[in-house]
């Protein structure tokens, strides 16, 4: 039985404080005169403000002796009754008249049929996507309450939660069995299997927690995922099967063992572990991710380091561009004492700093990297993994989170190239709506054409290294979907 404290069913504390007792539990002047004429004696009248109280509070008449003290005593002195005065209704006639003027008042009605036909709906629609009896319990209560009905016992929610979750989760389980097929099925049987010298079974391994998602143990990650793959298409096997159960089926299967497992029914059992494989292959394609993005990361931080670099061994070069400026300008300026010899001047300061040639230079090269434009040194640290990252990118399905799909786009159009042996790759063909580089017609983002000494940026690294790094980076799709 599914414990009550568990579930919003509506019941006492064990301890009721002055806050709830004055809110709740005191009856205004308009139900004090309503009781009034509807009891004899001031028995009758403790116990029909009680039982009205209750009612407001909890929808549903609780036994007198379910009612704290508390409670009582509040409603006794709101009524300025001696504390003598015990809560009675009198004939049990009496009792059942109480609750029909309660519910007349509040306008609720009493109809367990019908409250008991919107539970078992609203607990038959609930269990298609959750799991848990507490769960489908508080989803009956809301149907109940929101039709203005009397709630039933408890239990009798409880029963109905427990029986038509087992009816819902056999149907489930039995759909599952036959989208498997009998291959499928023998391969989910045989994860219970003895394996190895160790003795563990594939079962065994398929609940181990993964190992910490770092660069180094991609090629073993590599290889569980190709290994969990083997096993069956999961995303057809549990096709019209929500997310949600499917997570609480592989739960429950992880926390089992073979042996108790195997106590299970057959179509059970397998479910479970047809559950669990779908899990564990779509853990194994997240931690690939979180690999991916942790090493872009990681390569985006050499560059913006690298950048910090540039910029410290660029400031004697500025500072020398800034004297020859102020030389220039100084030669030029129309009020100085010789202005016919300006231009011969600025001509001489100029050539005196290395000439045109070399002080454009410098500017290029300032100007390339004025700003965040860490981008263009992203390619410097890529090669190294560019051959593991195009393995793992064609592991994965991955799939846009925003209308945004630019940089899948890149990433297409990069594997399309991939074999291809040179630095930089063409633009994709133009067509509407494709993707633009920013700065791929300017001299700050390629370098120009004015100074073969200036960086250039690679098409895939500026293309990407950005939105890889970023926190909303797309991650892998169901593994039912993916390659």
């Known amino acids: 039985m599914t414990s009550i404290e568990r579930t919003a069913y509506p019941q006492f504390r064990r301890l009721t404080s002055a806050r709830v007792l004055h809110v709740f539990f005191t009856p205004s002047d308009d139900e004090v005169g309503w009781a009034r004429e509807r009891s004899e004696t001031t028995e009758s009248l403790l116990a029909l403000l009680v039982a009205l109280k209750c009612f407001q509070k909890m929808a549903r008449f609780c036994p007198l002796e379910e009612v704290p003290p508390p409670v009582i ?3 006794r002195r709101s009524l300025g009754l001696a504390p ?12 059942r008249w109480h609750k029909g003027q309660v519910r007349k008042r509040l306008g ?15 607990i038959r629609e609930a269990a298609l996507v959750r799991n848990h009896p507490p769960d489908l319990i508080n989803i009956a209560l809301e149907r109940i309450i929101e039709a203005s009905l009397e709630l039933p016992a408890y239990s009798t929610l409880d029963d109905m939660a427990t029986t038509i979750r087992a009816e819902v989760n056999e149907a489930i389980f039995a759909g599952i069995v036959s989208r498997m097929g009998p ?23 398929l609940k181990k927690p993964a190992q910490r998602a770092t660069w180094s143990r991609f090629k073993a990650q590599a290889e569980y995922l190709d290994e969990v793959d083997e096993i069956g298409d999961t995303g057809h096997w549990l096709e019209g099967v929500a997310p949600s159960k ?3 089926f592989a739960g429950e299967a992880a926390a089992q063992d073979v042996d108790t497992l195997s106590r299970y029914g057959d179509a059970k059992k397998v479910a479970l572990v047809a559950c669990l494989v779908h899990m564990a292959r779509q853990k194994a394609r997240d931690d690939l991710a979180e690999m991916l993005c942790k090493r872009v ?3 985006t931080k050499k560059a913006k380091e690298e950048l910090d670099a540039i910029r410290v061994r660029q400031r004697e070069v500025q500072e020398k561009l800034i004297g020859t400026y102020r030389t220039v300008l100084e030669s030029l300026d129309p009020e100085a004492d010789e202005p016919g010899e300006g231009p011969a001047r600025a001509v001489a300061a100029v050539e005196d700093a290395g000439g045109f040639a070399a002080q454009l230079a410098d500017i290029e090269e300032v100007s390339a990297y004025h700003g965040d434009n860490y981008e263009v040194l992203v390619h410097r640290f890529f090669k190294a993994d560019r051959a593991v990252i195009f393995d793992l990118a064609a592991k994965l399905d991955l799939v846009a989170t925003s209308s945004d799909a630019t940089a899948l786009a890149a990433l297409r159009h990069a594997q399309a190239w991939q074999a291809a042996r040179r630095d930089h790759i063409p633009l994709p063909p133009s067509r509407p709506g494709r993707l633009m580089m920013r700065g791929s017609g300017s001299r700050r983002g390629t370098g120009g054409a004015r ?31 993916s390659r």
């Open 183 to 205: 291959e499928g099925r023998l391969r989910a049987l045989g994860l219970l299997a003895t394996a190895g010298t160790d003795g563990r079974s594939v079962f065994n391994r």
């Open 84 to 95: 003598e005065i015990e809560p009675d209704h009198g004939a049990a006639r009496t009792l």
């Open 73 to 75: 005593d509040h409603v």
């Open 246 to 248: 499917v997570s609480d």
């Open 297 to 299: 990361a990681s390569i």
């Open 108 to 122: 609720a009605t009493r109809d367990m049929r019908r409250a008991k036909a919107l539970a078992e709906a609203a």
């Open 451 to 481: 100074s073969p000494t200036a960086p250039t940026r690679a098409w895939w690294s500026a293309s990407t290294s950005r939105r890889w790094c970023s926190p909303t980076w797309p991650r892998s799709s169901a593994p039912g979907t």
